[in-house]
């Protein structure tokens, strides 16, 4: 004779485990499309025809400064940083801009004013400390010229900044 299993189907492996299933594949559902309706992608451009036009004179103004020959160094240590202008330094010593953004997250951009001191190095402390792949804009107020270059930070070296 057998005996048959009395326990109650809840005290069972299998009945839990094909329950478990679906109700995984449920959670994960919801979730994925909490993910879809409540972020954004700060990746995607809207308008590709408006973004190359943009990029046309962005490269004008990088021409621009090839035009006025300038040739910098850049040295960022942690969050303090230093632009020598080895030629074609501005003769009104105005501001520049310094624009960081990040490679990958658009949240971490920020830009900077850089001041010029006595000795004629522009000077600035940035917000937070500079580590990652950055793309780097230079370029005055009037955003009359522009140099452009993406570098990796920490770096314990100046950088040749130049367009």
Do not use: C
């Not at 839990?16 to 994960?28: A, Q």
């Not at 969050?79 to 105005?94: C, N, Q, R, V």
């Not at 190095?121 to 452009?148: C, F, M, Q």
């Amino acid at each position: 004779m057998k005996q048959s299993d009395s326990s109650p189907w809840y005290k069972q492996f299998w009945p839990w485990f094909l329950i478990t299933i679906p109700l995984i594949s449920i959670i994960l559902s919801v979730t994925m499309l909490n993910l879809a309706l409540n972020t954004e992608d700060s990746l995607v451009i809207d308008d590709y025809y408006k973004e190359g036009k943009a990029i046309n004179m962005e490269l004008s103004k990088v021409q621009e400064a090839r035009v006025r020959n300038i040739k910098t160094e850049l040295f960022v240590i942690d969050d303090k940083i230093s632009l020598t202008f080895l030629t074609g330094a501005p003769e009104s010593g105005e501001a520049l801009e310094l624009h960081f953004y990040h490679a990958t997250l658009e949240k971490n951009d920020f830009t900077i004013l850089l001041t010029r001191d006595a000795k004629g190095i522009y000077r600035a402390t940035a917000p937070n400390v500079i580590a990652g792949k950055w793309n780097i804009t230079l370029s005055p107020v009037d955003e009359s010229w522009k140099i452009i270059n993406e570098i990796v930070y920490p770096k314990s070296t100046t950088t040749s900044f130049n367009p």
